[in-house]
């Protein structure tokens, strides 16, 4: 549906509710894998619609935004008005609202329901969560209920289908309706000054007549585990555990299946190249092609592993403690409580991180989230500081006791997490200055998640990943490798039948080197040395800091091109280590000393040089806008902290 319809037989239904009410469960119940999700035109906000077969009648399933109130002073507010006035050109008007009400959460969420009454649309409640209010022994009349809402209401139980079919009926009964606002709660608000207080006033009264409680004396099961999990003190500890492992999944559980794709690549790429005869479209598919696509999946294991334990923590209602519990301290830097997760979740890859930000509903929070979470120092760093470290502080301590390439290591982490606190500081005053909204989060009882919700949940992230980003970083892998294979330096050429297996390699490796220097990535590597000297960087680093846009571990093996050491040389390579440390320049001196190797590393934890990132960033805003931003105040960062270092360095009397 990416335009008003025409078709006057497809039905139209809008499914609105606030976030934990059960709202996605029930969409996912109704349409199955049959749904697509997308950005309404314009806005970062989702856009999820589906097909539900209604009563032998087609239905698009419209899925609004998780919502508190139709008040307009969010964006996800003022798109989901819009959807329900008929106001947007690129949605249909509902013919029916299903509103998904939370049985043990009536006070907040028939809030936005008597927002939607006002509403020309007739309306179904979809009343989740019925069996865990009896377990707390309370009882609720569900026909009092639609009298006084004067709507139908319907009992569902999305994880075994109680209740669809009941559902889809009463929805089709209210087509075409014409109804009126429940005259109790017309009369309120309009003797009364402040809506605010006449809508609540209405829904206590209905809450009273409707529902009887039976466990005044008691305390709810979920309060009593609250007062462990979000206590002060003990339940940031157990925060802390449960983060250690989402960490230890997403870096070492994810690292088999990533080594299995990316050697599954590696082999069906050295199947192309020699299946195919040598030549541009040889190397176009298996260099560019290939390897692009290769660079994009490879995060797929992460990405599983994240949106698992994120659906899991948001199905068992743990998440909305997590961000209770950080809140306090995540707003002292202009950030919401949930930004903890996807900034955790960066040290593994920003990737995944940048895409959890979504559980975030303010649009400037979670813009804020995604400009900064690059800073967290990912996987991919840890390259390129064991390269450095090894090559140049090996074997070397601080005070006879600690190692100092842990010290350096530890300083890395420490110097983005600080740039991170104090970029979101002046983000949120500066370019996302806003008011800063309060902290609404109702904590949900805790209950057992669906396997089958989070595996949808799980399936489509996955899907939206590679769907959305692979296009872009397939694009830009092409141009990388077009920028380092073109013009082709024709090289002498030998006769390889004289060689050795390990001389053939040699000169292999050393033709590549040439043709590396001689591309259009040599030139653009002379071009900008003049930029690079002050850093203590010469041309052919320059070249390296070039290739590692595609991903920041290309460094190392850009550099044993560079360095006539062999492309599959990994960063423990001796090799290597000893390439680097051997590198001289026209004039004799080193090209790489201690400080030039911890300039480095202060600017690949500074810089935007991953262009997976960068794709997912231009998918999560829909602009072009933000990522370019990025890039930019990113790349002057670590040009300003790698002078610094150097610079300062040299001054001191280092080198």
């Known amino acids: 549906m990416d335009g008003k319809s025409t078709d006057n037989s497809i039905l139209t239904v809008a499914i609105a509710g606030n976030p934990n009410a059960g709202k996605t469960t029930l969409f996912n119940a109704l349409t199955g894998l049959r749904h697509k999700v997308a950005n309404y035109p314009g806005v970062t906000v989702e856009r999820k619609t589906g097909y539900w077969e209604l009563n032998g009648r087609a239905a698009d399933l419209v899925d609004l935004p998780g919502l508190y109130s139709l008040d307009a002073t969010s964006l996800d507010e003022k798109i989901a008005r819009e959807v329900l006035t008929g106001e947007r050109e690129d949605a249909r008007r509902p013919d029916v609202v299903v509103a998904v009400v939370d049985a043990t959460n009536l006070e907040r969420n028939l809030y936005l329901v008597t927002q939607l009454l006002e509403f020309d ?7 989740t969560m019925v069996d865990i209010l009896e377990r707390q022994d309370h009882r609720l009349n569900i026909s009092k209920l639609s009298r006084r809402l004067g709507v139908p209401v319907v009992e569902i139980n999305a994880k075994d289908g109680r209740g669809i079919t009941e559902l889809a009926e009463a929805v089709g009964s209210v087509i075409g309706q014409q109804r009126e606002i429940p005259a109790s709660l017309r009369s309120r608000i309009e003797g009364e000054q402040n809506p605010i207080f006449a809508r609540y ?10 529902v009887i409680h039976r466990d005044a004396a008691a305390h709810r099961f979920s309060d009593r585990i609250d007062r462990v999990l979000t206590h002060p003190f003990f339940g940031l500890f157990i925060l802390l555990g449960i983060l250690l492992l989402i960490f230890q999944a997403i870096f070492s559980w994810a690292a088999i299946p990533m080594d299995l794709m990316d050697h599954g690549f590696g082999a069906l790429g050295d199947a192309v190249r020699s299946a195919l005869p040598e030549g541009i479209l040889n190397d176009l598919i298996v260099d560019g092609i290939i390897a692009g696509v290769g660079g994009v999946l490879v995060f797929l294991p992460q ?7 994120i659906s899991v923590l948001e199905d068992t209602g743990y998440m909305a403690r997590a961000a209770f519990l950080m809140d306090r301290l995540m707003s002292r830097i202009g950030l919401h409580g949930k930004a903890f997760l996807p900034l955790i979740s960066s040290f593994a890859c920003a990737i995944p991180g940048i895409m959890a930000t979504r559980t ?5 929070d979670r813009f804020a989230t995604i400009m900064i979470a690059p800073f967290m120092s990912c996987s991919a760093r840890l390259p390129v500081y064991t390269l450095m470290i090894a090559a140049f502080f090996a074997g070397q301590t601080v005070l006879g006791v600690v190692s100092l390439g842990a010290v350096i290591m530890l300083a890395m982490y420490g110097l983005g997490i600080l740039t991170a606190v104090i970029v979101a500081f002046v983000l949120k005053r500066t370019v996302l200055k806003a008011p800063p909204p309060p902290f609404i989060m109702e904590l949900p009882p805790y209950r057992l998640p669906s396997l089958k919700t989070i595996t949808l949940n799980v399936i489509d992230r996955a899907g939206q990943f590679v769907k959305r980003a692979g296009t872009v970083i397939l694009a830009i892998s092409i141009i990388l490798w077009a920028l380092m294979y073109f013009p082709r330096h024709e090289a002498v050429t030998v006769d390889h039948a004289t060689q050795s297996s390990v001389t053939v390699e040699a000169d ?3 033709k590549a080197s040439e043709q590396l220097q001689n591309s259009y990535a040599g030139m653009l590597g002379r071009t900008i040395e003049p930029v690079m000297q002050p850093l203590g960087f010469d041309w052919k680093v320059g070249i390296a800091l070039i290739a590692s846009f595609a991903a920041r571990e290309v460094l190392v093996s850009t550099l044993s091109i560079i360095y006539n050491v062999g492309k599959d040389a990994n960063e423990e390579s001796e090799t290597l280590i000893s390439a680097i440390r051997d590198a001289k320049k026209a004039d004799g001196s080193s090209v790489w000393t201690p400080l030039t190797a911890l300039t480095m590393m202060v600017f690949f934890v500074l810089a935007m040089q991953c262009m997976s990132t960068v794709a997912v960033v231009r998918r999560e805003t829909n602009t072009w806008s933000w990522p370019l931003f990025m890039v930019g105040y990113m790349t002057v960062l670590a040009y300003a902290a790698a002078f610094l270092t150097y610079q300062g360095g040299r001054f001191l009397g280092f080198q």
């Open 360 to 364: 975030i509903e303010s649009r400037r």
């Open 303 to 309: 990405i599983i592993l994240l949106f698992l334990f």
């Open 508 to 510: 292999e490796t050393a």
């Open 121 to 127: 649309v007739p309306v179904v409640l979809a009343l």
């Open 201 to 210: 006033a209405f829904i206590s009264s209905v809450v009273q007549e409707s």
